[in-house]
């Protein structure tokens, strides 16, 4: 069974630039999730999707903005980018999220770079 | 504020020996915790989890505790292989806002052959 698969691997980009992250859920996996791994610092929530709907952010600004398509795949959107910005960023995804506690399972990342 | 914290950057084992990664938490409304192995470069991987209603989970080599009055959980993995270094985290979810796991900073276990 495929795990959590994300893309592109690397993406380097320009200060201001836009930059585009997807990623695709283990089958079955309703919920998405993006956490940010800058380089020092540790795993820090980003953004959850469940059913397509935004169910939760951390403590990131609006440009950081994600979507959830109908077959639970996501994109992770980052504006106006800032040198600040180049992290690993990981999906992850889980069954669907009831009240208590879920087993989360993380794809590999994608490293943003931003010059 | 560090919700959740791995006190220990750091700690080296031999091989065989057991290896203990120690985890604190502060959130009362902790429900569920989590430890995943990291290598450079690569996503997280769960190990093992366990929920606030049990003070005890094992699977294979990997056993979590869960002592809840004192908001502390460890792993403990027994024999340490040296397949088994890597930085280790924890992580901690509230009752009713699962997805949102808060992650501690990580232990890097090195085992020596």
């Known amino acids: 069974e495929a795990g959590v698969t994300q893309s592109p691997t690397h993406l380097i980009k320009t200060r201001g630039q836009q930059a585009t992250l997807r990623c695709s859920p283990i089958?079955?996996?309703?919920?998405v999730y993006w956490y940010q791994q800058a380089l020092g610092l540790g795993l820090q929530f980003l953004l959850w999707?469940?059913?397509?709907?935004?169910?939760n952010r951390g403590n990131f600004p609006p440009r950081f903005s994600g979507r959830q398509f109908p077959n639970y795949s996501s994109e992770l959107n980052v504006n106006a980018l800032e040198l600040e910005d180049s992290a690993l960023y990981l999906c992850?995804?889980?069954?669907?999220?009831?009240?208590?506690?879920?087993?989360?399972?993380f794809g590999e990342g994608s490293w943003l770079t931003v010059v | 504020d560090q919700q959740v914290k791995q006190n220990s950057p750091s700690l080296s084992v031999q091989e065989g020996r057991i290896s203990i990664l120690n985890c604190d938490y502060t959130?009362?409304?902790?429900?569920?915790f989590l430890w995943y192995k990291k290598y450079p470069a690569e996503g997280p991987t769960f190990l093992i989890s366990?929920?606030?209603?049990?003070d005890k989970n094992e699977d294979g080599r990997f056993t979590v505790f869960l002592n809840k009055s004192a908001k502390h959980l460890s792993l403990h993995i027994v024999p340490s292989q040296p397949g088994d270094s890597a930085v280790y985290f924890c992580?901690?979810?509230?009752?009713?806002?699962?997805?949102?796991?808060?992650f501690g900073q990580g232990t890097t276990l090195q085992v020596k052959p």
């Open positions: 992850a995804s889980s069954n669907p999220t009831g009240l208590t506690g879920n087993t989360i399972y």
């Open positions: 089958s079955g996996h309703t919920s």
């Open positions: 999707y469940d059913e397509g709907e935004e169910r």
């Open positions: 959130n009362s409304m902790f429900d569920y």
């Open positions: 366990i929920s606030s209603i049990k």
């Open positions: 992580a901690a979810s509230e009752y009713g806002n699962t997805g949102k796991l808060i």
